[in-house]
């Protein structure tokens, strides 16, 4: 079993929809939990951060946290074509490294 | 990308030859680290440091090696490239990998292996 499974997508949503990212993880030691924007031939850019369960917004993202169920999901309100990217969640180890997921390739059409 | 250089950009070389990829940073951050980017793996870290001359392996460190003289620059160089080692690989930096730890990536360098 993978350490961290996230469905690769591709995700194709109308502008304006409500977009659901979803990762599932097995390791109880990771401590934060991130996610990461990547636009097409670029290099990653951290989105989003939380630490505990329950959810943390920033604009039109929200993060969303489930120890017990070691589930984090990422919504996007009036998903916007510039949202289209990859999507990647992060998980940071006990050793200050960083696991991540696949990531969800998301495309938001006008 | 938070002045971070990566060199070069693309390349396409050989099988069995060496290749040295660069990464530059003007942050002057102690930690620096190379994944590669694969379909269906994500990114997974090969090598890191947490200082000049300090080195540790990631999880697919095979084949690979590093060198960090400098702050600024930390070099990954493959002594003998394969087809198994065509990848995107990325640098990452991070000022103190505390908390959450975050990483600011470089753009990428494309390398084929044929």
């Known amino acids: 079993q993978k350490e961290v499974e996230q469905d690769p997508g591709p995700l194709s949503v109308p502008e304006g929809a409500i977009v659901s990212l979803n990762c599932t993880y097995s390791?109880?030691?990771?401590?934060?939990f991130m996610w990461y924007r990547q636009y097409s031939r670029k290099g990653p850019e951290l989105l989003m951060y939380?630490?505990?369960?329950g959810n943390k917004e920033d604009g039109r993202f929200t993060a969303q946290v489930d120890k017990s169920s070691k589930y984090i999901s990422l919504f996007i309100r009036d998903s916007q074509p510039s949202d289209s990217a990859t999507y990647l969640c992060?998980?940071?180890?006990?050793?200050?490294?960083?696991?991540f997921g696949t990531g969800t390739r998301l495309l938001v059409s006008p | 990308d938070a002045g971070i250089t990566q060199s070069p950009r693309h390349k396409v070389t050989e099988t069995g030859t060496p290749v040295t990829l660069r990464c530059h940073q003007t942050?002057?951050?102690?930690?620096m680290y190379w994944y590669r980017q694969d379909p269906g793996h994500g990114l997974r870290l090969i090598h890191y440091s947490y200082g000049v001359k300090d080195t540790d392996k990631g999880e697919v460190s095979d084949g690979y090696s590093v060198s960090r003289s400098k702050t600024e620059d930390f070099l990954l160089t493959l002594e003998s490239a394969t087809s198994s080692q065509t990848s995107v690989y990325f640098c990452?930096?991070?000022?103190?990998?505390?908390?959450?730890?975050?990483?600011?990536f470089g753009p990428g360098t494309r390398l084929t292996v044929l």
């Open positions: 942050e002057n951050h102690r930690y």
């Open positions: 992060a998980f940071v180890t006990g050793f200050q490294k960083l696991v």
């Open positions: 939380t630490y505990s369960s």
């Open positions: 390791n109880s030691a990771f401590q934060y």
């Open positions: 990452a930096i991070s000022e103190v990998p505390g908390s959450y730890n975050e990483q600011f």
